[in-house]
């Protein structure tokens, strides 16, 4: 296992378009993070899931948008209606139940920009 | 908002010279996490205390956890250019990590 994937690196995009962000965890966590992190700041939580449960949600996490984990393995985040300030670096983390002191393990990130 | 409050904000030093970061936060804890970024990357977990300990160590790191002022602190020492990166607190909250503004940390060669 090579740790959390995400897909992609980076995306482009112009304002009023759709994204869709994938992250692939750790096959054995049953926990899948997303975060929201702007230049110069700390990551703030978008949303989790244990399994295929969406169990919290932030106020962050406007109407456009959306995250799914289907089946309780990968992760997508989707962005409808892009907006300039959507322009961040979306990272995705894991870990196992029961293991949160070990830390969490987060991807590489994808870096949205919108034009 | 963030939990975490971290300082100084920025932090620039030579090779071999100790660098030391401090976190404050707000709510009771069981545990805060220290984490680092390289630019452009993904976060990597450093190190953990909990909240029954006072200080961890971990190779160049040496964490500490005062509950009663609720701060903890962060200590490289010996630091390499490599060290070169954000360093940031994380404590959980709800089955969540919340984290900190972070410390930019600059190595001169």
């Known amino acids: 296992d090579t740790g959390v994937s995400q897909d992609p690196r980076h995306k482009i995009t112009k304002r009023g378009q759709n994204v869709t962000f994938r992250c692939d965890p750790i096959?054995?966590?049953?926990?899948l993070y997303w975060y929201r992190q702007t230049l110069g700041q700390g990551p703030e939580f978008l949303t989790y899931?244990?399994?295929?449960?969406?169990?919290?949600k932030s106020r962050l996490l406007s109407d456009r948008f959306s995250a799914e984990r289907p089946k309780g393995s990968f992760s997508t985040l989707e962005i409808q209606r892009t907006e300039q300030g959507d322009s961040a670096m979306y990272l995705c983390?894991?870990?196992?139940?029961?293991?949160?002191?070990?830390?969490?393990?987060f991807g590489s990130g994808t870096r949205l920009t919108v034009v | 908002s963030q939990q975490g409050e971290e300082d100084p904000q920025a932090l620039s030093i030579q090779e071999g010279e100790n660098a030391t970061m401090n976190c404050s936060y707000k709510?009771?804890?069981?545990?805060l996490q220290w984490y680092r970024q390289n630019s452009g990357r993904g976060l990597v977990h450093l190190i953990l205390?909990?909240?029954?300990?006072r200080e961890k160590h971990s190779g160049r790191l040496r964490v500490t956890l005062d509950t009663s002022k609720k701060s903890s602190s962060l200590l490289i020492t010996a630091s390499r250019a490599a060290d070169t990166a954000s360093y940031f607190c994380?404590?959980?909250?709800?089955?969540?990590?919340?984290f900190g503004t972070g410390t930019r940390l600059q190595v001169f060669p």
């Open positions: 983390a894991s870990i196992k139940d029961g293991w949160a002191n070990y830390g969490y393990t």
């Open positions: 096959s054995e966590h049953n926990r």
């Open positions: 899931f244990q399994n295929e449960a969406q169990l919290e």
């Open positions: 709510t009771s804890i069981n545990n």
């Open positions: 205390i909990r909240s029954n300990e």
């Open positions: 994380a404590t959980p909250y709800t089955d969540k990590l919340i």
